[in-house]
């Protein structure tokens, strides 16, 4: 099941995302929407969701009323609930630039939405959908997860060890594989083996400095000379592809 949530606190404007929506939304059988009118009530609900399904997309208006903003529940949800599609909808250009700095998939006036949604969620949606397919079941102490690729942010494993270590977004997790068996096995262009006891999610790296790859959650990488060369050069063609895939549509 998709799962589009729209947050927005006025009614007769829920109404009308909800419609823009489902003329799109009709020719996938599996998509739902959702609709809140707060941020308070969604990260609620939220809690009572297995992880993973508490929503693929969301649709964000800018302007909430009382307690959280739109633009704080951006940033809620980028931290929360990493590399879900976020769209803001606002009736002011004037949030345009700090919507992106929140790294938002999109930026949308709401009088420009019969224009611009349509191609923009068609887009998302077959993006996170395959996405949604892309996960592994892994262990930890309290149990077996499911952990989406989007949510792997680097595997290594230890001289001699014989267990993998992957550390996502939702803590540490372990799998007894090798790495490049493992790399064979995720067949994803985002996993890149930096040397032969790591392997990163380029989805996830947030800056490198000088031969230290900085990663999500504070995870850092040191590599030798040649290494971070290479890693550079993987880095920078991962990034323009994924930004040329990604253009706003107008």
Known sequence: MFKIVIVDD????????????????????????????SAEAFLAEAKQEEHGEEGDLFFVDIELGDGITGLEFGRILRKKYPNRGLVFLTSHKEFAMESYEIEADQYILKEQMDKRLPGILEKLMYR??????????????DGEQKIYFREMICIHKRKMG???????????????????????????????????SNIINLRNVQSIRDNVICLEEGHTLELNQYRIEAAKKRIEAYWRERIWNEQPTS
Do not use: C, H, P, V
């Open 128 to 141: 996170l959908g395959a996405e949604r397919n892309q996960y592994r079941m892994l262990r930890n102490e």
């Open 162 to 196: 014989k267990y993998a270590e992957f550390e996502t977004f939702q803590g540490t997790f372990r799998e007894r594989i090798s790495l490049d068996r493992l790399l064979e096995e995720l067949d994803s262009k985002e996993f890149f083996l930096a040397d032969r």
């Open 10 to 37: 006025d009614r007769q404007m829920q109404a009308i995302i909800r419609d823009k929506i489902k003329e799109k939304t009709d020719a996938f059988r599996d998509a739902k929407i959702q609709i809140f009118s």
